[in-house]
């Protein structure tokens, strides 16, 4: 497919059979508990918004979202080496779905 966005143009790859567009099954568990984490972190609670995290990431751990936000609470606990590991393995569990 080919657009024009802001005057240029764009080509659009569609793959089809290429990729699994589908995504990892993610447990409602564990969506609950990245809902949870997020809500911990945004209140400043960075060890226990990892805590969710974590758990949510035992039940789903292809839950690409989780180890963001793990990442970004690890990173808020200034505990740097942890919060890239997750950022890491987000890129690949990402990459899995490509």
């Keep these: 497919m080919t657009v ?3 005057g240029v ?3 659009i790859h569609v793959l089809s059979g290429c990729a699994n567009l589908k995504g ?6 564990a ?9 911990l972190a945004v209140a400043h609670q960075y060890e226990k918004s990892v805590d969710s995290f974590s758990k949510a990431l035992e ?3 292809q839950y690409k979202e989780a180890w963001i ?3 970004k609470s690890l990173n808020g606990s200034r505990r740097f080496k942890e919060a890239i590991t997750c950022e890491f393995r987000s890129i690949r569990v990402g990459a ?3």
Excluded: M, N, T
């Design 4 to 6: 024009f966005v802001g």
């Design 9 to 11: 143009l764009v080509v």
């Design 24 to 29: 990892p099954s993610i447990s409602p568990e």
């Design 31 to 39: 969506a609950r508990l990245l809902q949870e984490g997020v809500r």
């Design 59 to 61: 039940l789903s751990p």
């Design 69 to 71: 936000q793990k990442g």
């Design 96 to 98: 899995a779905y490509l």
